[in-house]
């Protein structure tokens, strides 16, 4: 039971920052595995970022250096800071939880950058 809701999308200019939340509902917030995945348009979601058990962070390599997962488990919630925001970050946002070996996911937030 429960869901997943992303906020904080936006559009912004190349070298700009937005801070994206996702807020969690009933059960399903993961301390095994939260991550942030990203699906551009003619494109297949990929994994961006992913934070597990104690807190240990990964990141695909096209953001290494600029975007920062974290979460708050008290609030249940889990955010993705990104910095320096470029035109091939264009895309649909979504937050994922690994509950019970599945994947559950929220409906997405628009990012885009523009030049």
């Known amino acids: 039971q429960g869901q997943l809701v992303e906020s904080g999308g936006g559009s912004v200019q190349t070298g700009g920052s937005l801070r994206l939340s996702c807020i969690a509902t009933g059960n399903i917030f993961s301390i095994y595995a939260m991550t942030w995945h990203r699906q551009a348009p003619g494109k297949e979601r990929e994994l961006v970022a992913g934070?597990?058990?104690?807190?240990?962070?990964r990141y695909t390599e096209s953001v290494e250096g600029r975007f920062t997962i974290s979460r708050d488990i008290a609030k249940k919630s889990l955010y993705l800071q990104m910095d320096n925001l470029k035109p091939e970050d264009t895309a649909v946002y979504y937050c994922g939880s690994n509950y019970r070996g599945r994947m559950h996911w929220g409906p997405g937030t628009q990012v885009t950058v523009s030049s």
């Open positions: 934070i597990v058990g104690g807190g240990q962070t």
